[in-house]
């Protein structure tokens, strides 16, 4: 650790706490477009679900208009993101 670039690690540490607490949320949010089978698809692909979690998210985006499909920190967040908007998915990284 280096005390004299205290930006850096400051930033570590910040980055440190996030991956703890994850305080952000991976949100996808409803529309006209996508189907249940690729949302499900989707969510069990890049977050990981179960064929249940997935279903049960689906239903809840489709219902509610969106649902908090991953919690974790905005840095593992961001990618899975990207992959889901790039699969035409409509999705934010949120602070919770």
Request: charged share 20%; with cysteine; hydrophobic share 35%.
């Amino acid at each position: 650790m280096n005390i004299f670039n205290t930006k850096t690690t400051t930033q570590e540490a910040v980055e440190s706490i996030e991956d703890l607490i994850g305080g952000y949320a991976l949100v996808i949010f409803n529309d006209d477009v996508n189907t249940f089978d690729h949302v499900i698809d989707c969510l069990m692909k890049y977050c990981e679900h179960t064929p249940e979690q997935a279903e049960q998210c689906s239903v809840i985006i489709h219902f509610k208009g969106k649902c908090a499909v991953k919690h974790g920190s905005s840095k593992s967040l961001s990618p899975i993101c990207d992959a889901l908007c790039r699969k035409g998915l409509s999705a934010t990284v949120e602070i919770i």
